[in-house]
């Protein structure tokens, strides 16, 4: 992978900051995507530190045009984009039938309209190099129902379906597109569901009220956890592998 660029969306934090460290460790030089300019500049000062390089690129995923404008100057400044990572996201609670317009708005913006405005970007010039590889950072909640998240776990399922009906399209252009379902993951978004008296303890062991199984392996994944899983399914170790949904949730979904 060393030498070959990268874009990754949502780096800023969480699981695509861990995804652009493991990239960049990898020797691939990293465009990191995020509308976060304060947390992009802070994740790559993080990596300078470590002997590592990204560039941040501070931009809207549900802004189309600025997708394409960004894009353009990451294709010319840095080289052409050989993987895509689509790790942005967002997750607001709420019971489907009290849900806000401007929750679920926000959601399908940010989970499915972003999915979309970069992956037809990038894979737009993909399709010319008859090369690429592209992953989304879906979730297991795009299969399992979920109390309180049928927004997130809506988008969630859009958002796979695009990247695979997307990946049928390219194949012929030997462009793979995968899905990595993750399950609870310690990032600052499932930190904010737990509230005050919430834990890794309780996540684990699940909540029958809302019809949730815990964790059978028994702990909460760590963000490398699912990066190291985007790693390989965009690295030529999975040169067989495209349409494919990954789960990494240590058996919450039970195999779903």
Same mark, same amino acid.
């Given at each position: 992978?060393?030498?070959? =660029?990268?874009?990754?969306?949502?780096?800023?934090?969480?699981?695509?900051?861990?995804?652009?460290?493991?990239?960049? !460790? #990898?020797?691939?030089?990293v465009?990191?995507?995020?509308?976060?300019?304060?947390?992009?500049?802070? #994740?790559?000062?993080?990596?300078?530190?470590?002997?590592?390089?990204?560039?941040?690129?501070?931009?809207? !995923?549900?802004?189309?045009?600025?997708?394409?404008?960004? !894009?353009?100057?990451?294709?010319?400044q840095?080289?052409?984009?050989?993987?895509?990572? /689509?790790? %942005?996201?967002?997750?607001?609670?709420?019971?489907?039938?009290?849900?806000? &317009?401007?929750?679920?708005h926000?959601t399908? %913006?940010? /989970?499915?309209?972003?999915?979309?405005?970069?992956?037809? %970007?990038?894979?737009?010039?993909? =399709?010319?190099?008859? *090369?690429?590889a592209?992953?989304?950072?879906?979730?297991?909640a795009?299969a399992?129902?979920?109390?309180?998240?049928?927004?997130?776990?809506?988008?969630?399922?859009?958002?796979?379906?695009?990247?695979? *009906?997307?990946?049928?399209?390219?194949a012929?252009? /030997?462009?793979?597109?995968?899905?990595?379902?993750?399950? *609870?993951?310690?990032?600052?978004?499932?930190?904010?569901?737990?509230?005050?008296?919430? *834990?890794?303890?309780?996540?684990?062991?699940?909540?029958?009220?809302?019809?949730?199984?815990?964790?059978?392996?028994?702990?909460?994944?760590?963000?490398?956890? !699912?990066?190291?899983a985007?790693?390989?399914?965009?690295?030529?170790?999975?040169?067989?592998?495209?349409?494919?949904?990954?789960t990494? &949730?240590g058996?919450?979904s039970?195999? %779903?």
């Amino acid at each position: 992978m060393h030498g070959k =660029v990268a874009l990754v969306t949502g780096a800023a934090g969480g699981i695509g900051a861990a995804t652009v460290r493991a990239l960049a !460790v #990898q020797g691939v030089a990293v465009a990191a995507v995020d509308q976060n300019a304060r947390g992009l500049q802070e #994740q790559v000062e993080k990596l300078a530190a470590d002997g590592l390089v990204a560039t941040p690129v501070a931009v809207d !995923v549900t802004e189309a045009r600025a997708v394409e404008a960004a !894009v353009d100057r990451i294709e010319r400044q840095i080289g052409p984009i050989q993987y895509l990572v /689509n790790a %942005a996201g967002v997750l607001r609670l709420g019971t489907a039938y009290g849900y806000p &317009d401007t929750d679920w708005h926000k959601t399908f %913006a940010v /989970n499915v309209d972003g999915v979309f405005h970069v992956s037809r %970007a990038v894979v737009a010039r993909m =399709v010319p190099r008859a *090369s690429g590889a592209l992953v989304t950072v879906a979730s297991n909640a795009a299969a399992t129902p979920r109390a309180g998240m049928a927004a997130y776990a809506a988008s969630k399922a859009a958002a796979t379906m695009f990247t695979k *009906s997307l990946g049928l399209e390219v194949a012929r252009h /030997n462009i793979r597109c995968n899905v990595l379902m993750p399950g *609870s993951t310690d990032t600052p978004m499932l930190r904010a569901m737990w509230g005050d008296d919430g *834990s890794a303890r309780a996540t684990v062991e699940g909540d029958p009220d809302a019809f949730r199984v815990g964790i059978p392996l028994g702990r909460v994944a760590q963000p490398d956890d !699912v990066a190291e899983a985007v790693v390989f399914l965009l690295s030529d170790a999975a040169r067989q592998i495209t349409l494919h949904s990954l789960t990494v &949730d240590g058996g919450a979904s039970l195999g %779903a």
